[in-house]
């Protein structure tokens, strides 16, 4: 008995000395959002930005794989719109085109020895689908300003951007100021469709010349609240690396002849089959990177929530479990694969002699190209199924992580909350695609953020029906970059 009684209490005190433990993680998880001063900025026409928003996006710059289907004036006008929006740019500036409409912008720093910095953006845009033009409230390349916003294709992704760098550096420049670092302003013009011809042929020359940078900010996260679970207030996500993209289009064989007498299985059945395994069979998912998003905002959540996020050793399974089940969680988890597309057979008497279907991978950080194709050779467990990389489309592994710890995203942080002082800064994993993954081939601070507050609906309208702006939230832009310009440039 009282053996019992002793190994009773002891297990009682190891079980108080865990929950004790537990709790003090908890009450240390989450960085303190350290307060910084506003500033105020550099002086901004809110008004006058918009009307040359609004007159960027009256020049129908919409990218195409097809180059005999992209329209050549519309760039070369708004290249033309620039220059005169932009006097001072184009006289102190270096100016050079790349693939015709490219363009890179290098402001001469009083240091040339030091790294430079790049701030990036893309000139193009997408389509607008005819069927949906009488929904637009204004036409989508009117430039329309009304009602406090300037309404058009390319306000939000991201001509905003664009024109607000260069309202940005034209104000610097009447102001009388130089950077100590050189700043270069880099615009690609076919982003939309892979970015190779802009952006990538941009970093090439720069590689091929030798040059590395310190920094580069490209599009990305924006301002939002709610946008992470048990965090209310408003925080700012930079994005510090992308998924990879992977397409693979699977083949299955089977022996052409009369439907009336069938095999046991068809190539359709076959493939059928492959594919149902592959779906039950996902790649792993992980904590690591959602964590390292919601562990700079930990001390603005519940503590309830902070208490499972600091004991991830015993609540791993069961986060992710949560995560896991909803589809936009569930991608900040794992890589993803979707069937997109099936084919085969042409008549309805007829045996198929094959069947295909494609599957888009988006790859997670520390998942590769070569790991995920061994995965589905194993899922797909069929001899009679392969695959290759879809003929004709694009192929990346995910982008390196960009530190949180460089001076870089220390200094990109303390600029978001002196203009936006309310926010917190968490970085994130970015689904889709920009510009910025070229640029880390010669820098390894790339980071993905364009300063401005969005709700789920205005997040909504990037691609779509009524993309619109605020022009008090573009003048903020506008500010934004002026003060990091600023930070980044005097750096030593």
């Not at 009488?134 to 309404?151: K, L, N, R």
Request: net charge neutral.
């Amino acid at each position: 008995m009282d053996l019992l009684i002793t190994i009773l209490i002891v297990l009682v005190v190891v079980l108080l000395f865990v929950v004790a433990f537990m709790l003090v993680r908890a009450a240390l998880y989450g960085k303190p959002i350290q307060k910084v001063d506003p500033v105020e900025g550099i002086k901004v026409d809110p008004p006058v930005i918009a009307k040359h928003l609004a007159a960027a996006i009256r020049k129908p710059t919409i990218s195409s794989l097809d180059p005999a289907q992209v329209d050549a004036q519309a760039f070369r006008d708004l290249h033309a719109a620039l220059e005169a929006m932009y006097p001072r740019v184009h006289a102190t500036l270096e100016r050079r085109t790349v693939n015709d409409f490219g363009l890179v912008y290098t402001w001469k720093g009083r240091k040339p020895e030091l790294e430079p910095v790049l701030f990036a953006a893309h000139q193009d845009v997408v389509p607008v689908e005819a069927a949906g033009l009488a929904e637009w409230t204004h036409p989508p390349f009117s430039g329309q300003i009304a009602d406090g916003y300037v309404w058009g294709r390319g306000t939000l992704d991201i001509k905003n951007q664009l024109i607000a760098l260069l309202e940005a550096v034209e104000n610097l420049l009447k102001d009388g100021y130089r950077p100590q670092r050189t700043v270069i302003l880099a615009f690609g013009h076919d982003e939309e469709v892979s970015g190779a011809k802009g952006a990538g042929s941009i970093v090439a020359q720069m590689a091929e010349e030798g040059l590395r940078l310190e920094a580069v900010l490209d599009e990305g996260g924006a301002l939002t609240s709610g946008s992470l679970p048990g965090v209310k207030s408003s925080v700012a996500m930079v994005g510090t690396t992308e998924k990879g993209y992977l397409s693979l289009e699977l083949t299955a064989q089977g022996e052409p002849g009369h439907s009336s007498m069938p095999p046991q299985h068809t190539a359709i059945g076959i493939l059928g089959a492959a594919l149902a395994r592959l779906e039950a069979s996902p790649l792993p998912a992980q904590l690591r990177t959602i964590a390292a998003t919601l562990d700079e905002v930990g001390g603005l959540m519940p503590f309830s929530m902070q208490f499972l996020l600091a004991n991830r050793w015993l609540f791993g399974r069961a986060i992710l479990k949560r995560l896991m089940a909803k589809p936009m969680t569930n991608a900040t988890v794992r890589t993803t694969q979707a069937i997109t597309m099936i084919s085969g057979g042409v008549k309805d008497n007829l045996l198929p002699r094959e069947a295909k279907a494609v599957v888009n991978f988006r790859l997670m950080p520390g998942d590769t190209v070569a790991n995920v194709c061994e995965h589905v050779r194993r899922a797909l467990a069929d001899e009679r199924v392969t695959f290759q990389p879809l003929p004709g489309q694009t192929v990346r592994e995910a982008s390196p992580v960009s530190p949180v710890e460089a001076p870089a995203f220390q200094d990109l942080s303390r600029v978001i909350r002196q203009i936006f002082p309310d926010a917190a800064v968490a970085p994130y994993l970015v689904m889709g695609a920009t510009d910025a993954r070229y640029y880390t081939a010669i820098c390894d601070n790339v980071y993905r953020f364009c300063p401005l507050r969005l709700t789920d609906a205005e997040l909504g309208l990037m691609h779509g029906t009524n993309e619109r702006i605020s022009v008090e939230g573009l003048g903020r832009m506008v500010q934004f970059y002026g003060q990091l310009i600023r930070v980044w440039g005097e750096r030593a």
